[in-house]
């Protein structure tokens, strides 16, 4: 079993719709982190968790909520998605020393 | 702010060639490591090496090298004897040790090994 595992892989959703993508680790970490890749814009950091009542917002939050359910458990939701959060979301967690992040598989949204 | 640059968005080379690609980031940290990431058409994230910032030694892992310039704050990846399999998306990324640990992002560099 993979050490991150997000779901859904895929997902094709309507405008206004609300959407969840979730997170588990096996990892045993603390920090937890969504981020959203674009063609040319890399990765960009949504929101990040150091710990179950630690919730900080990245540089692209707008839109977007997250929830720290457990300390293996991170959860990314659309509100009411719009076709420019059409992207590939990735979850990804480090230890204390942020010596290595380890990424789920990904999920490609795609909001119609 | 903390900021990581790549310059090249695509790179092509032939097989068995050397080729290196560039990264340069900006910090006013002293303390972190810098990481090269690659991600295969399957869309996983895979470690390629990793560099800590108070080494002034270059990493190596096998194929893979570093030229770690912590002064002019460059980091970039070299290939040697590339493969098909080294087909990819690369990304640079760095993280700071103390304080909000972030991992920060470059734009990628889309590189092909032609046979």
Known sequence: ?112 | AQTVTQSQPEMSVQEAETVTLSCTYDTSESNYYLFWYKQPPSRQMILVIRQEAYKQQNATENRFSVNFQKAAKSFSLKISDSQLGDTAMYFCAFIVIQGAQKLVFGQGTRLTINP
């Not at chain 1, 991150?4 to 045993?28: A, D, H, Y």
Request: contains cysteine; proline residues 3%.
């Open chain 1, 1 to 112: 079993d993979a050490d991150v595992t997000q779901t859904p892989r895929n997902r094709i959703t309507k405008t206004g719709k609300r959407i969840m993508l979730e997170c588990s680790q096996t990892k045993g970490h603390d920090r937890m982190y969504w981020y959203r890749q674009d063609p040319g814009l890399g990765l960009r950091l949504i929101y990040y968790s150091f710990d179950v009542k630690d919730i900080n917002k990245g540089e692209i939050s707008d839109g977007y909520s997250v929830s720290r359910q457990a300390q293996a458990k991170f959860s990314l939701s659309l509100e009411s998605a719009i076709p420019n959060q059409t992207a590939l979301y990735f979850c990804a967690t480090s230890d204390f020393y942020g010596t290595e992040a380890f990424f789920g598989q990904g999920t490609r949204l795609t909001v119609v």
